[in-house]
């Protein structure tokens, strides 16, 4: 099973939760990309850096920092010797750790996430398609702020799902004082084709017509609520259904079901939601939000 694959071979090498793990291959088979968020010193370059080596892909890091242009990623032409010659950005890499990506000025963000949201990058009139599978991972911190280009909703909606690492607990962070190097030794367990042939295969995942209804419901409770400034997309929602068919699939199911739903729709939707300035002086948060429309609205039953 692929997800156990991936389970065994991180095993004692990175601080990182079942779930966080489940839903980070979960979105890389869904297509998507992902958000992490948290403090420095939690594991996130370790974590992006083990995964790309496990799954047999290409890596490359950026980070971001003011001065960055747009050809510093995806790369330029250079005039040498009578013709140009194409030098590629490391926005050419089949895993692409993207560091503290809220200090690049908005044109390099747009850059990036164009490149995301095409699959190809466009320079002097060519177009150079980017290696498949193709998943970014980029970090922001929620700490020391100053300085920095926050990502619009707009942007943020380009991203899949948003998780936190967190702090380990502490017989993981006992292990990771033991282990000197926990990358080394660490060999691949799979390759891109055959992450290529789950993507296709998390297509066929069906979703009952009952699970859509209660996606549906889910959004409608939160864009009714008066907190809700901007509540979740068409492009939210259809994130949040091929995530939901990802998870399936890692669990060896051929069908969802109402609680891959919920966790799905916890990890795609609260970076989406734009709430009143209002209710976020009260104390309101989208995370929170989140947590009650899943409270409110009943899941379907399953049928016998």
Not at 25 to 49: I, Q, R, W
Not at 119 to 137: M, Q, R, W
Not at 242 to 269: H, M, N, S, W, Y
Not at 273 to 284: D, K, V
Request: charged fraction near 25%; charge should be negative.
């Amino acid at each position: 099973m692929f997800l156990a694959r991936i389970q065994r071979a991180l095993s004692g090498r990175v601080l990182l939760r079942e779930e966080t793990l489940r839903l980070s291959l979960a979105t890389l088979l869904s297509g998507g990309h992902l958000l992490l968020e948290d403090v420095p010193g939690t594991g996130k370059t370790t974590f992006a850096k083990a995964l790309a080596r496990v799954l047999g892909l290409s890596f490359s890091r950026i980070q971001m920092t003011p001065d960055l242009l747009p050809q510093d990623l995806t790369g330029v032409y250079l005039y040498r010797e009578g013709s140009l010659l194409w030098q590629k950005g490391p926005v050419f890499a089949q895993v692409l750790l993207v560091d503290e990506l809220n200090r690049a000025t908005p044109r390099t963000q747009s850059a990036l996430l164009e490149a995301m949201g095409e699959g190809h990058v466009t320079l002097e009139g060519k177009t150079h398609p980017l290696p498949e599978p193709f998943f970014v991972l980029a970090t922001q911190n929620p700490v020391e702020e100053e300085g920095t280009y926050p990502l619009p909703v707009a942007q943020r909606d380009r991203f899949t799902a948003r998780l936190f690492l967190g702090y380990p607990d502490e017989k993981a962070l006992l292990q990771a004082l033991k282990e000197r190097e926990p990358l080394e030794g660490l060999e691949a367990v799979t390759q891109g084709e055959e992450i290529l042939a789950l993507r296709q295969e998390v297509r066929r995942v069906r979703v009952a017509e009952e699970v859509l209804d209660y996606l549906l419901a889910l959004a409608g409770w939160l864009r009714s609520r008066e907190e809700v400034r901007l509540g979740p997309s068409p492009r939210a929602l259809l994130q949040v259904e091929r995530l939901a068919q990802a998870l399936a699939l890692l669990q060896g199911r051929t069908f969802t079901v109402p609680e891959d739903i919920k966790e799905a729709f916890r990890a795609a939707i609260p970076h989406r939601l734009l709430l009143r300035l209002e209710a976020e002086l009260s104390g309101a948060s989208p995370e929170g939000l989140v947590a009650e429309a899943l409270k409110a609205v009943p899941a379907p039953v399953e049928r016998a």
